[in-house]
């Protein structure tokens, strides 16, 4: 079998570490240099899709020279010109503020809104289906979390006189981005990301 290869349009590298890391299905923690906790390896794939090999394509390089339009493609979030193609995107997957799909055989979209988990019980509930998953380049755990003094001097004043710290209303807003990237991955991977690679 021929094997096909999935261009990651990403700003981000730990997307790519979180694909790759799937792709590399089998491959524990450890293999990978992950430090999962005191004593621990896990299994970072629970599934293998053989043939495919995911090359790191960074935004910057895609806004100098572009991609051939032959080549399967995987946007993650606004990346240059990709809006004008997501006009014509089947969306497979929508949950949590995180929805992908295809508009062509070459072409798939990961899109992100992170206001969907600004929610405290929408939150929670996306961290109980994330914390189960293989999650590589970002945190399980609850990343709206800050140190104390960094909630004190971050606070502010909501109508009707309460005063609530920026981490305690959005979180940590790049923490969460991160987990709904690894979160958007690890269901392409092991939802449709075979079937992309078909089409």
Not at 17 to 33: I, Y
């Amino acid at each position: 079998m021929q094997e096909k290869t999935l261009y990651l349009i990403n700003s981000d590298n730990d997307d790519y570490v979180q694909l790759k890391g799937l792709v590399d299905a089998g491959m524990t923690s450890e293999d990978a240099g992950i430090t999962t906790g005191e004593n621990e390896t896990e299994i970072i794939g629970n599934k293998a899709i053989s043939g495919v090999k995911v090359v790191n394509y960074p935004d910057t390089l895609y806004l100098n020279d572009g991609i051939k339009t032959d080549r399967k493609a995987l946007f993650i979030g606004e990346i240059g010109n990709s809006s004008s193609s997501k006009k014509k995107v089947e969306y497979v997957f929508n949950e949590f503020g995180v929805r992908y799909g295809w508009a062509s055989p070459t072409r798939a979209y990961i899109d992100i809104d992170e206001s969907l988990v600004k929610d405290k019980n929408v939150y929670a509930a996306f961290l109980e289906e994330y914390s189960k998953l293989p999650v590589i380049a970002a945190k399980k755990g609850d990343a709206t979390k800050r140190n104390k003094f960094g909630r004190f001097w971050m606070t502010f004043v909501l109508p009707f006189g309460f005063i609530k710290t920026i981490a305690d209303s959005y979180g940590d807003a790049a923490a969460v981005r991160k987990q709904l990237h690894a979160y958007a991955l690890i269901m392409f991977y092991n939802n449709h990301m075979e079937e992309f690679m078909s089409l």
